[in-house]
């Protein structure tokens, strides 16, 4: 992501040049002492938001309330945040207003974790007020300041806490989690959406079992919706939430639909999860043509990893996954070579209900390799067919 990089150093250089202090901050400098990849690279200055819009030609108002705008250079674009202290919380979610300052000290205070309080400068030196980079060598997740102050503020930096846990593997530090054990209750306050948003990450990280382990030790797993038992995710992993969310589905039993109902996945989200559950109840069975026809290639190898976690034996692998798929005579509904105007056609009958039956079980049969999927054939076969219309 040099691209990144560089646009973020082409915004600081000209913000330096018209008098301004500004400096890489939050994931991406944490990201870069922990040699991890880096998505984005935020600079935070001491230019007031309508000083940043006149240093550069091209600029885009995304969060100006709270102090925040996308730079537009050649080499990308960049989020600028003015410096600023967050007014009082009254509501354990958002600041009712922020301040914004001339102090890149009095930034980082704000900041919920000392590995996301630390300022990069342009020459590559850090600004590290709070021992964040101490506490990465140390592995340790600790709040900035007083912790109990900090998780009373916003609720959602304690799960903040239990996501980085399980995307970094890092411990959380003993004070800080006893600080969320004080306060897990008040997670409640937090939207629902901002839970789901954590969840997913949280799904995906490599370590997800000590994120798990650290819901439960934090006092946060039964403030959430749903049961977080920590040992069924010793062994899972997962770069993709949807499965994580399936996965999750699984271990909840029968409610699993209110349950994930309440995170507000989307209706794609649900489908897949559904799906994913649909196919791993017939693995057991074995899985027919038609299960192979039906379910997408991610689908299915969700299902068969399910199986390996639960039974402890690899199932069915991801290539003969791949195979079993490649091998049936259609992939796709729209390449069975006969439609409903056909078939009302050979059959001498009217548009109705038994139209799409009929299609069905068509298309069952070339699934299957009874009949090639051939017109001819296909006529001759359905007019021998003994199906009970109406
Ligand atoms: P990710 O890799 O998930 O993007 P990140 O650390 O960049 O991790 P963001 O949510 O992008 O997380 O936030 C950017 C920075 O803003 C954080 O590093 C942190 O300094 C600060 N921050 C974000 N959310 C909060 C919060 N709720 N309270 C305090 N500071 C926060
Ligand atoms: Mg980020």
Redesign the pocket.
């Given at each position: 992501n040099t691209k990144e990089w560089q646009a973020a150093y082409a915004v600081i250089a000209q913000l330096e040049q018209a008098g301004f202090e500004a400096v890489i901050?939050?994931?991406?400098v944490?990201?870069v002492l922990l040699e991890r990849r880096v998505?984005?690279v935020?600079v935070a200055t001491s230019a007031l938001p309508h000083e940043v819009k006149a240093v550069f030609q091209q600029t885009v108002d995304i969060g100006i309330q709270h102090g925040t705008v996308l730079v537009v250079v050649p080499e990308g674009t960049v989020e600028v945040t003015t410096y600023r202290t967050d007014g009082d919380y009254t509501d354990h979610r958002r600041p009712a207003d922020v301040q914004f300052v001339r102090s890149l000290r009095a930034d980082l205070q704000?900041?919920?974790?000392t590995m996301?309080?630390i300022a990069m400068r342009r020459d590559g030196s850090f600004v590290d007020y709070y021992g964040g980079q101490q506490d990465i060598q140390a592995c340790l997740i600790r709040a900035v300041g007083e912790a109990e102050i900090?998780f009373q503020e916003?609720a959602?930096?304690m799960l903040?806490a239990v996501r980085f846990s399980a995307?970094l593997g890092f411990t959380i530090d003993p004070k800080t989690l006893q600080a969320i054990q004080q306060r897990a209750d008040d997670i409640v306050w937090i939207a629902k959406e901002r839970m789901k948003a954590e969840l997913d990450?949280l799904w995906v990280g490599q370590y997800v079992y000590n994120g798990l382990l650290n819901l439960q030790n934090s006092g946060l797993a039964t403030q959430l919706t749903g049961s977080f038992e920590a040992e069924a995710w010793q062994n899972f992993q997962t770069t993709d939430a949807q499965v994580g969310w399936a996965y999750f589905a699984l271990l909840q039993g029968d409610s699993w639909q209110d349950i994930l109902r309440d995170y507000r996945l989307s209706n794609k989200e649900m489908a897949f999860v559904k799906a994913v559950l649909a196919a791993f109840q017939v693995y057991q069975v074995g899985w027919t043509n038609m299960d192979y026809f039906t379910y997408s290639l991610v689908e299915l190898a969700a299902a068969a990893y399910f199986a390996t976690l639960q039974q402890g034996v690899v199932a069915i692998s991801y290539k003969q996954i791949c195979e079993k798929q490649a091998q049936l005579p259609i992939q796709h509904k729209q390449e069975l070579v006969v439609n409903g105007v056909d078939v009302m056609t050979w059959l001498g009958r009217k548009r109705g209900p038994w139209l799409k039956q009929v299609l069905q079980t068509i298309m069952e049969a070339v699934v299957n390799g009874e009949v090639a999927n051939e017109r001819q054939a296909i006529q001759a076969w359905l007019v021998q067919y003994d199906f009970q219309y109406d």
């Open positions: 901050v939050g994931g991406a944490r990201d998505h984005d935020d704000r900041r919920d974790f996301n309080a900090r916003d959602l930096r903040r995307q990450k």
